[in-house]
């Protein structure tokens, strides 16, 4: 069975920088994404990036472009998020997702089927 587990998050000044980490504890290889969404508080989920695990394409929502990184280690079923240059609008919980579709890289939190127990973003002003 694989489970999904976030680390990395905690609370940080604003314009600061937090790694985030999502560990999958068996084979992911028959999803071919992973995903970072994001809930703020009051908010509803909130797509953030996504990967392919084969050939590592990426796709980012508008609002953290440029800021954010995601990647992945596929030797270590890890993917991470790099986050830069962050906000107090960024403060959320970030669940990391595994699914997606094969030919695209899907923004829905509906395409993904398997999630992580989140872990708490606080970035302070």
């Known amino acids: 069975q694989v489970q999904l587990v976030e680390s990395g998050g905690g609370l940080v000044q604003a314009g600061g920088s937090l790694r985030l980490s999502c560990a999958a504890s068996?084979?992911?290889?028959?999803?071919?994404?992973m995903g970072w969404f994001r809930q703020a508080p009051g908010k509803e989920r909130e797509f953030v990036a996504a990967?392919?695990?084969?050939?590592?394409?990426?796709k980012y929502a508008d609002s953290i472009k440029g800021r954010f990184t995601i990647s992945r280690d596929s030797a270590k079923n890890t993917v991470y998020l790099q986050m830069n240059s962050l906000t107090p609008e960024d403060t959320a919980i970030y669940y990391c997702?595994?699914?997606?579709?094969?030919?695209?890289?899907?923004?829905?939190?509906?395409?993904?089927?398997?999630w992580g127990q989140g872990t708490q973003v606080t970035v302070s002003s």
């Open positions: 068996g084979r992911t290889f028959s999803r071919p994404a």
């Open positions: 997702a595994a699914g997606g579709r094969a030919y695209f890289l899907s923004g829905s939190s509906s395409s993904y089927d398997l």
């Open positions: 990967i392919f695990w084969n050939g590592g394409t990426t």
